[in-house]
């Protein structure tokens, strides 16, 4: 079955360094999204993504953050200079498209900014 | 935001037994509603979803229930099985007028606990 992948599992970096969260999307999905989980919070929308430019995002997702997609199947969140708190899960979505509403979400990154 | 609500931080149920988890919105431009499934250190899954021009939605030992009316849905589980245990999510979605992205609203999430 078909799934969404990201990698790392788990990353640590220190304050006011870039990071560069990876997602591998479903095939033939034409929507991205990325969503972050602070611990102890809701699953929070950070943007989304179609058809190769941002189509929303949240207030959280202010400068320091950027999304792309460099090739056919990745799709990245990176964030350039991280604060402490941007430490969460943060896990990458896809949908297939317009008329199926359904998201299907990868197994998250751990990101831990010391 | 406490647009989508889940008042029920944990539940207990027996095995075999039916599984109740409810939920809570405020917004009336949600116009489709789904319920997620996560187990710890893992991404949350897709369960069952609804649509606003629905009331009922069945699939296998799952049941979603909508109540316009009173912006409550709720998930049916039966019967609970242990590997049930789980925080089960409740999203909303609704169609922006900036965009067809549909990005998700989560509540907080309730605890699942099936016990043997």
């Known amino acids: 079955e078909p799934e969404v992948t990201q990698t790392p599992s788990h990353q640590v970096t220190q304050m006011g360094q870039e990071v560069i969260l990876r997602c591998v999307p479903i095939?033939?999905?034409?929507?991205f999204y990325w969503y972050r989980q602070i611990l102890g919070q809701k699953v929070e929308f950070l943007v989304s993504?179609?058809?190769?430019?941002?189509?929303?995002k949240s207030e959280i997702f202010d400068d320091q953050f950027s999304v792309e997609r460099p090739d056919g199947s990745n799709f990245t969140l990176k964030i350039r200079s991280t604060k402490l708190e941007d430490s969460a899960m943060y896990f990458c979505?896809?949908?297939?498209?317009?008329?199926?509403?359904?998201?299907?979400f990868g197994p998250g990154t751990r990101l831990t900014v010391l | 935001d406490q647009q989508v609500k889940q008042n029920s931080p944990s539940l207990s149920v027996q095995e075999g037994r039916i599984s109740i988890l409810n939920c809570d919105y405020t917004n009336s431009m949600f116009d489709y509603f789904l319920w997620y499934k996560k187990y710890p250190a893992e991404g949350p899954t897709f369960l069952i979803s609804i649509s606003s021009i629905k009331d009922k939605n069945e699939d296998g030992r799952f049941t979603v229930f909508l109540n316009k009316s009173a912006k409550h849905l709720s998930l049916h589980i039966v019967p609970s099985q242990p590997g049930d245990s789980a925080v089960y999510f409740c999203a909303a979605s609704t169609l922006r007028n900036s965009g067809s992205a549909r990005q998700l609203t989560f509540g907080s999430g309730t605890q699942l606990t099936v016990l043997p």
């Open positions: 993504f179609y058809n190769n430019e941002i189509s929303e």
């Open positions: 095939s033939n999905h034409l929507y």
């Open positions: 979505a896809s949908r297939e498209g317009t008329g199926v509403f359904e998201q299907f």
